[in-house]
């Protein structure tokens, strides 16, 4: 089965739009999503039923089973109402739990930010305290040119500079190396499903 919707879709991919293949690779396409959906869909329910057994027999951790049960109701409510759209006012046409999930995520990638920066900090050290050796150095020098490039200073324009420099040129090589690396093990893993040569179907 897996092989065959494989191969729907790659076929669908390479021919003309509107054409018999292309049309089975959409509805095929479609089937997926729907099945993925219910998937989701049965995920949350076991999640909710799960942490409604730890609150009813108070198991370990059962306020933290409440506070996810109370978020997921909550996230649930908001977007019933904003598909309804009852709000009024400066909230008209706004969506609330759009909003709300922007807000604790935003909230928790500047922590996580912030933590980066001493855990970076800390890593250099312990490589210096281990074994100073040239690529520890060339880390080092370059976690202290970032860091202190960020700081709003006049006498630290040509930190900022450097700093830019590094962000520009070897970050976005390396990222564009990582997204690259990534494309290919995609394309090889698609190539050992449709061959059936993946470890899942072997016999």
């Given at each position: 089965?897996?092989?065959?919707?494989?191969?729907?879709?790659?076929?669908?991919?390479?021919s003309?739009?509107?054409?018999?293949?292309?049309?089975?690779?959409?509805f095929?396409?479609?089937?997926?999503?729907?099945?993925?959906?219910?998937?989701?869909?049965?995920?949350?329910?076991?999640?909710?039923?799960?942490?409604?057994?730890?609150?009813?027999?108070?198991?370990?951790?059962?306020?933290?089973?409440?506070v996810?049960?109370?978020?997921?109701?909550?996230?649930?409510?908001?977007?019933?109402l904003?598909?309804?759209?009852?709000?009024?006012?400066?909230?008209?046409?706004?969506?609330?739990?759009?909003?709300?999930?922007?807000?604790?995520?935003?909230?928790?990638?500047?922590?996580?930010?912030?933590?980066?920066?001493?855990?970076?900090?800390?890593?250099?050290?312990?490589?210096?305290?281990?074994?100073?050796?040239?690529?520890?150095?060339?880390?080092?020098?370059?976690?202290?040119?970032?860091?202190?490039?960020?700081?709003?200073?006049?006498?630290?324009?040509?930190?900022?500079?450097?700093?830019?420099?590094?962000?520009?040129?070897?970050?976005?090589?390396?990222?564009?190396?990582?997204?690259?690396?990534?494309?290919?093990?995609?394309?090889?893993?698609?190539?050992?499903?449709?061959?059936?040569?993946?470890?899942?179907?072997?016999?």
């Open positions: 089965m897996v092989i065959s919707a494989g191969l729907v879709t790659v076929v669908g991919l390479l003309d739009e509107g054409s018999a293949p292309a049309l089975l690779m959409t095929t396409i479609q089937m997926i999503a729907v099945v993925a959906a219910i998937a989701v869909l049965i995920g949350v329910l076991n999640l909710a039923a799960v942490h409604l057994g730890r609150f009813a027999h108070a198991e370990h951790g059962w306020p933290y089973s409440v996810m049960l109370f978020v997921m109701v909550a996230v649930i409510v908001l977007s019933i904003d598909r309804a759209e009852i709000w009024s006012g400066e909230l008209e046409g706004e969506q609330i739990s759009l909003r709300a999930f922007e807000a604790v995520q935003v909230s928790l990638e500047s922590a996580l930010a912030a933590l980066l920066a001493f855990f970076l900090v800390f890593a250099a050290y312990r490589l210096m305290r281990r074994r100073v050796t040239v690529w520890s150095l060339v880390f080092s020098v370059t976690l202290i040119v970032v860091l202190v490039g960020w700081i709003p200073f006049e006498e630290l324009d040509v930190l900022a500079d450097v700093r830019d420099w590094l962000v520009r040129v070897p970050v976005s090589a390396g990222m564009r190396g990582l997204l690259i690396g990534v494309g290919l093990g995609t394309v090889m893993v698609g190539i050992r499903v449709l061959l059936g040569q993946d470890r899942s179907y072997k016999s």
